[in-house]
């Protein structure tokens, strides 16, 4: 199979202005991934699917990501004028990076036998713009992962066929998957509370003490 | 009756009961279960039903797909928020007298899902349990071993005065309200009139 980086570099030539990216992973695998803008994701993934040298004809996994708010710590030397000279200071600022979901899709071939290219979409926060595009028009596989994506990390596909919960009933109102979720406070007893835990068991059986 | 008296005469080749011990000796010998199974412990009451383990030397092996034929519920394996629901509504519609077997630590407690935010942290949060089996999962022997305990309940159950069984106390709810999808939890969480668990005071 070709690399990722030919792969981008044919694609940007099929799409003229699609604005890929290549996310490395530090981690043992060392899987990089394609990140494509949603707005264009469709025609990529029609790429990607129809190419005769790609064919990845088999999405076998959607899943999300939940990326919260982050504060990134820059370190930056400036010069400075004090007392009519010119001193270097160490400067450090903070900036928020704001959090994000992620839908990753795997993607192979059957017909050549290849595989994973992986594919994510990028949405532009975690609460009002939770939006990417759905990809089941390309791949029918989709349909029920990115259902369950919807249901566990609220990433609304746009252009899915049927975006209802699969998981969770349809009154449910929340995302348990994602990072800050709380969990509805329902059992009492656990037998070896630690951390936060300790606190709830706490909360339900007080010490005599402080009862 | 005298259980010499009853001895002495059987011995002489007659016969003498009570309707109690008749209809708990019919009830307890053909304790027909409701065919459902929820997770991994579902296997292991399939095995205690198939040849080798044979649920049928104990009379309850007419796993009844209605529960209008059924006596006996065996939640067999984690009940999720979204299942429990369905299994009361399956409860509320068996005919009396009925029994419940919560088989597994997750019928129990939740198990090994406990912490997790979908499953319900036990039956008896909702329907009356007769016996809990707990394991992960409980093996088919001591599937055998709470319809055992479960018999012997029976063959002790009293059907007039007041320590009479549930069944026949007209006082007492046969039917326990359905808990509806909340947007967070079930609405209610748990049947606080059924759900009493004992006050345990830590000691740290
Ligand atoms: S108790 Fe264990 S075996 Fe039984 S349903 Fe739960 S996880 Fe499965």
């Known amino acids: 199979m070709e690399t990722l980086e030919q792969i981008k570099s044919r694609l940007e030539a099929a799409i003229p202005g699609l604005g890929l990216e290549i996310q490395c992973n530090g981690a043992v695998p060392g899987q990089a991934s394609l990140v494509v803008p949603p707005a264009r994701a469709i025609e990529a993934a029609r790429f990607l699917r129809d190419d005769p040298r790609l064919a990845l004809d088999y999405c076998s996994n959607v899943s999300g990501v939940d990326w919260l708010d982050r504060v990134v710590e820059e370190h930056a030397r400036v010069t400075r004028v004090i007392d009519g000279r010119e001193r270097v200071f160490d400067e450090c600022r903070e900036r928020r990076v704001p959090g994000y979901l992620e839908a990753v899709y795997h993607l192979y071939s059957m017909r050549l036998k290849h595989g994973p290219v992986i594919l994510r979409q990028r949405t532009v926060n975690r609460v009002d713009q939770a939006r990417v595009t759905s990809l089941t028009p390309v791949w029918r596989s989709a349909e029920f992962q990115e259902r369950e994506a919807y ?34 406070d329902d059992y009492e007893y656990e037998p070896t509370p630690h951390d936060d835990l300790k606190e709830k068991a706490r909360r339900h059986y007080p010490i005599e003490a402080d009862a | 009756m005298d259980e010499g008296l009853r001895s002495e005469l059987s011995r002489q080749g007659i016969f003498a009961t009570t309707i109690q011990d008749l209809y708990n000796w019919g009830c307890r010998n053909s304790i027909w279960p409701l065919n459902f199974g929820l997770a991994c412990c579902a296997i292991e009451m399939i095995a205690a039903s198939m040849a080798r383990f044979d649920i049928a030397r104990f009379g309850a092996e007419v796993f009844r797909p209605s529960p209008r034929q059924a006596d006996l519920m065996i939640v067999a394996g984690t009940v999720t928020k979204k299942m429990a629901p369905q299994v009361v509504r399956l409860y509320n519609q068996m005919p009396e007298p009925k029994y419940v077997i919560a088989m597994g630590a997750c019928a129990i407690s939740g198990g090994p899902f406990k912490r997790g935010y979908n499953v319900l942290k036990g039956i008896d949060r909702y329907v009356p349990v007769d016996v809990h089996i707990p394991g992960c999962p409980p093996c088919p022997e001591a599937l055998l071993h709470g319809l055992i305990a479960l018999q012997k309940e029976i063959a002790s159950q009293k059907l007039t005065g007041p320590s009479r069984a549930r069944a026949f106390q007209e006082e007492a709810p046969g039917e326990f309200p359905v808990p509806e999808y909340g947007p967070y939890d079930l609405v209610p969480a748990k049947n606080t009139d059924l759900w009493r668990p004992k006050p345990i005071i830590r000691d740290e």
């Open chain 1, 151 to 184: 249901d566990l990390f609220g990433i609304v596909f746009e252009g899915h066929p049927d975006l209802r919960r699969i998981l969770m009933w349809d009154e449910f109102r929340d995302y348990p998957m994602r990072k800050d979720y709380v969990e509805p």
